[in-house]
């Protein structure tokens, strides 16, 4: 063989060796369907849209692998229209008509439950992104994805109060203002009544029905309270709607706390920086050491800024719905099949890691533990503050 | 026990949100007294206003008080439209407000699809304005509110009443063939009439834009009340909306300043309830 035909045929053997590995390598047979509805449409949609950035993401990342147990993976998604009632039909519909082979959770709270009565009723295991009140989440063969632990409301307010008081101006009294949200209002109880058992005095405590739309008087009483520390049990919007009423009558409050917020729209309020959250991943390290991470990070905050969202980078909402799916594969994987039992056997003896920490699922309601952190709005971005060995690079909790 | 500044701050607040109730009433009560219309689009219409506010101010670096000379001719055109469509097939008040609470739905998804379900944020100049009297603030676009509700209101109301133009309206909505027969070209007037309507609803949306973050979600949380200012103020009265927003709205507020927030939504109603017992008759 003269060496220009042995090069030739080097090259194409090369060649084929690489299209037969990459054929191994690529996910084949029948798809693997995973049903979920979202709220693509609705109140609830602002936020669902993330949801469904992140598993297309990860549905995409999976299939440039090898899929789920070597096939590829399909997700069947369908808009429950922020409905509760609707979610439940859908999922329905998921199961019997549309065959799907597993499920996971849909975004909010209410919908997740609606869905976890459907998965109860065909013996489906569910894991879900963001479920708000745990103590809810009594089906055996459902799994959080959002470490927020069995009792938030303890340990979430308990969080944030440690990270205060760890400041040379701890704070010594407090107004907690909410709105009646139940994921929201459970947690500004739980901060009342924590705040108490830490000795805080407590000048105010104001609830508003969800969809108030004048904070003015709010946050005339909060002024007139003239208290140290606000917790702001605010979901969505409303904690920038009382901050601009409080910015309208000439009002910062020293320090101020929300939970759930809607968190882009809040940190670019020149009003709001200082205020603090609770978060289980925001986009700097340490999270970001994990590479599946910073992969994520990077795709994600392309794909939020194509989708036209006011903020793209990753959060609680991302992370949470990331780590589903990571769960999920996970769980599969492990168990090498798709039978919901053994799935949810494996899940309850075994941690999961994923881009928020190590999950776990042996405790009451099959949470483990809560891995809520505490972050503040400082110069318009969002930045780990508490505990200390997740704060971002150099920074620490500033207080006025 | 509030304090004094408490009160006085909550009695403005309470006035300046009445106005906005009085200003998004104000051509659903025309609409409703005079059209024989309940145009449940009115609200979606404000809130389509309050985009194009934040689209046109943002994104094309108009000043948000100029908007309104693009927003006010469309919405004009908008409303005679829709009014002309609904003359044509003859759609009866009841079916009226089927046919704009789907066409609410629409205007939503649009907003939606445009500008996506994220909350939006106009920062103006304008926003960060406000003026002190003695320990309460005045915000101005709080303040603009109140100023355009009520000169729109008397507007309306004066130009109903004394213009030539006003009393023919009124003689169309009290009997269409009598005022045909004198000479009242009706349909024209009813075009021009819902046209203005529309265009009070652009209005309305410049000040939502101007004071609230948007999101499209947020078109139902005003309608409860704001029907409520309507029927209380009258239908077809320019004036009710008006005085019977800034009555709930205070109402409101200082509930919020001496008891619990969540007793606050519980007002309006109650005084809706009150008014349909003491004088049904005259809504």
């Known amino acids: 063989m003269k060496p220009q035909r042995r090069a030739l045929a080097f090259a194409g053997a090369l060649l084929a060796l690489g299209v037969a590995m990459q054929a191994a390598a690529a996910p084949s ?62 999922y329905e519909q998921l199961i019997t008509v549309d065959k799907v082979d597993l499920i996971i959770g849909p975004y909010a709270t209410p919908n997740i439950i609606s869905a976890m009565g459907v998965a109860q009723r065909y013996g489906k295991v569910l894991v879900h992104h963001t479920m708000g009140i745990p103590s809810l989440a009594k089906y055996d063969m459902q799994f959080p994805a959002w470490s927020v632990g069995p009792n938030p409301e303890t340990t979430v307010p308990n969080t944030v109060f440690d990270a205060l008081a760890a400041t040379p101006k701890a704070p010594k009294t407090i107004a ?50 003239k208290p140290d520390f606000v917790w702001v049990g605010a979901i969505g919007l409303e904690g920038n709607e009382l901050l601009d009423a409080m910015k309208k009558i000439d009002y910062k409050p ?3 706390f929300y939970m759930y917020p809607a968190p882009g729209p809040l940190a670019k309020l020149p009003e709001a920086n200082g205020a603090l959250a609770a978060s289980i991943f925001e986009q700097h390290p340490p999270y970001t050491n994990n590479p599946v991470a910073a992969e994520f990070v990077k795709i994600y905050n392309e794909r ?71 972050k503040q709005v400082q110069n318009g971005r969002w930045v780990t503050v508490w505990p200390k060995e997740w704060a971002a690079p150099g920074a620490k909790l500033i207080t006025p | ?106 205007i939503e998804s649009l907003i939606q699809s445009i500008w996506t379900a994220d ?44 213009t030539d133009l006003g009393k ?68 077809g009265n320019p004036l009710g909306p008006i005085v019977a927003g800034i009555v709930i709205g205070v109402s409101e507020s200082i509930t919020m300043a001496v008891t619990a927030p969540t007793w606050a939504p519980l007002v309006s109603f109650s005084l809706l309830i009150v008014v349909l017992l003491v004088r049904a008759e005259k809504i």
């Open chain 1, 29 to 90: 047979g029948k798809p693997i369907r995973i049903g979920s509805t979202l709220a693509l449409t609705g109140p609830l949609s602002g936020t669902a849209i993330i949801h469904k950035i992140t598993g297309e993401i990860y549905v995409e990342l999976l299939n440039k692998k090898n899929g789920l147990l070597g096939r590829p993976v399909e997700w069947v998604l369908k808009d429950d229209q922020s409905k509760p009632d609707l979610a439940r039909t859908l």
């Open chain 1, 176 to 225: 907690i203002v909410t709105s009646k949200f139940p994921s929201v209002y459970l947690m500004s109880k739980g901060a009342q009544e924590v705040a108490r058992k830490r000795g805080l005095k407590e000048l105010l405590f104001l609830e508003w029905e969800f969809g108030n739309r004048d904070y003015g008087p709010i946050a005339n009483r909060v002024k007139d309270a």
């Open chain 1, 254 to 256: 020293p320090l101020h």
């Open chain 1, 304 to 374: 939020a800024a194509k989708a036209g969202l006011a903020d793209n980078s990753v959060e609680t909402q991302a992370a949470a719905s990331f780590s589903t799916w990571q769960v999920l594969e996970t769980a599969i994987n492990a168990t090498k099949g798709l039978n919901d039992k053994a799935i949810a056997q494996w899940l309850k003896k075994n941690q999961v890691d994923t881009i928020q920490g190590r999950l776990r699922f042996d405790k009451t309601n099959n949470y483990g533990d809560d891995l809520m952190r505490v």
């Open chain 2, 1 to 106: 026990m509030p304090s004094l500044t408490l009160l006085g701050q909550s009695l403005l607040s309470g006035i300046f949100i009445g106005a906005l109730y009085g200003l998004l009433g104000l051509g659903l009560s025309l609409s409703w007294g005079m059209l024989r219309q309940i145009n449940l689009a009115h609200f979606a219409l404000a809130f389509l206003g309050a985009y194009l506010t934040y689209q046109l101010s943002s994104v094309a670096g108009w000043d948000p008080l100029a908007t309104l000379v693009l927003i006010l001719p469309c919405f004009f055109a908008f409303g005679a439209l829709m009014h002309w469509l609904f003359a044509r097939f003859s759609i009866t008040p009841f079916n009226s407000l089927l046919v704009t609470f789907g066409l609410t739905v629409m």
């Open chain 2, 119 to 162: 909350p939006r944020r106009l920062d103006s100049a304008y926003g960060a304005l406000r003026f002190k009297i003695g320990a309460l603030y005045v915000p101005f676009p709080e303040l603009m509110t109140l100023v355009l509700a009520a000169t729109l209101s008397i507007f309306a109301w004066a130009g109903l009443r004394y």
């Open chain 2, 168 to 235: 023919a309206m009124r003689a169309a909505a009290e009997d269409a063939p009598i005022a045909a027969a004198f000479g009242v070209n009706e349909r024209m007037l009813s075009l021009v009439l819902s046209g203005l309507a529309a265009a009070f609803a652009g209005v309305a949306g410049l000040c939502l834009a101007l004071s609230f973050t948007l999101a499209p979600s947020q078109i139902y949380s005003w309608v409860g009340v704001v029907f409520a200012a309507v029927m209380i103020g009258g239908l």
